[in-house]
């Protein structure tokens, strides 16, 4: 009895070739298939093909309109080592494969399909598809338009500086960036922004100021507070979300001297201010050494009244 082996590799001659005992080998309708086998005992090996809208029984590998059980067959040669090999062009059947599942029937007799039980044979699965062709288009760049509150503020696009908002950017290509807009005394934002091929992709964003906090106290208490001229509580007081920079805070007591003076905010933290008001002076005083005339007591008595007066000469 001959003993077939048929074998499906990836080159003619390959060495280590995939011996197909199930499966299937894929490729695509016009490529050139390498198939190669053994058979012992016989000098010629008959290869059939079925599949897709192809005759139940078979045709030939090189004309798919030659039918096997009309006696046609693709005949291959055994060598001296009992080995055949066979290269099936796909694209020269005469005629057109359909895409799919087909099987190569290889029998050591030109026996078709129906007529196998008196011959020995191996199979091997083919599965062909249409190729498909990508076509790479270029893409077409895209724009973004920036814009933020307040104006002037700074954009960084993928850690790149790139301007100050209002601003127009062309020459995008389509993607996804990280846009993070700054300005001094408000917090960073940033936002992933989508760039789409031909569009223009429009962010605006308001920008959040930075805060701190101003904790007011005086001594005496009860202080009226004012922060640059507009009255916001009295002392003991915490001012929240207040702006970050330079400010001016008053201080107003009936019978103290008013205060005034600068206090800076800082971002996230709370600037303490503490202050002892001064009081005001009953009977202020005119510097030593100087000439004048000084009040210093009135009676009245009825409808007569005295005004004493003393003269103080400069001190030499």
């Known amino acids: 009895m001959n003993i077939l082996r048929t074998t499906l590799c990836a080159g003619f001659f390959a060495i280590g070739c995939l011996l197909l005992t199930g499966g299937v080998a894929a490729y695509y309708i016009g490529d050139t298939i390498p198939l190669q086998g053994y058979s012992y005992g016989s000098q010629t090996v008959y290869l059939f093909l079925t599949g897709p809208n192809l005759p139940v029984n078979g045709v030939a590998l090189d004309n798919i309109n030659a039918r096997a059980d009309q006696g046609h067959f693709t005949t291959v040669d055994v060598d001296s080592n009992d080995h055949w090999s066979y290269k099936w062009g796909t694209n020269a059947v005469g005629g057109k494969l359909d895409a799919g599942t087909y099987t190569v029937w290889v029998s050591n007799s030109p026996n078709d399909r129906s007529h196998l039980d008196t011959a020995d044979y191996s199979t091997i699965s083919v599965g062909l598809g249409v190729p498909s062709i990508t076509v790479l288009t270029p893409a077409v760049p895209g724009a973004l338009m920036l814009n933020a509150t307040p104006v002037e503020a700074s954009v960084v696009i993928n850690g790149a500086y790139k301007g100050s908002t209002p601003l127009i950017l062309d020459g995008i290509e389509p993607g996804t960036y990280t846009v993070t ?52 509580g009295i002392a003991p007081v915490t001012l929240t979300n207040i702006a970050v920079g330079n400010h001016t805070l008053s201080l107003e007591n009936e019978g103290f001297s008013p205060v005034e003076l600068p206090v800076q905010v800082i971002t996230d933290q709370i600037t303490v201010t503490a202050v002892t008001l001064v009081p005001v002076s009953a009977h202020p005083t005119l510097p030593a050494g100087e000439r004048g005339i000084i009040p210093v007591l009135l009676i009245a008595c009825g409808a007569v009244g005295a005004l004493v007066i003393f003269n103080r000469s400069r001190s030499r």
């Open 181 to 232: 807009f700054s300005h001094f005394g408000y917090r960073k934002f940033s936002t992933p922004v989508k760039v789409e091929s031909g569009k223009i992709s429009e962010v605006t964003a308001t920008l959040v100021p930075e805060t701190g906090s101003i904790a007011v106290n005086t001594s005496p208490a009860g202080a009226r507070v004012l922060l640059d001229g507009v009255a916001v």
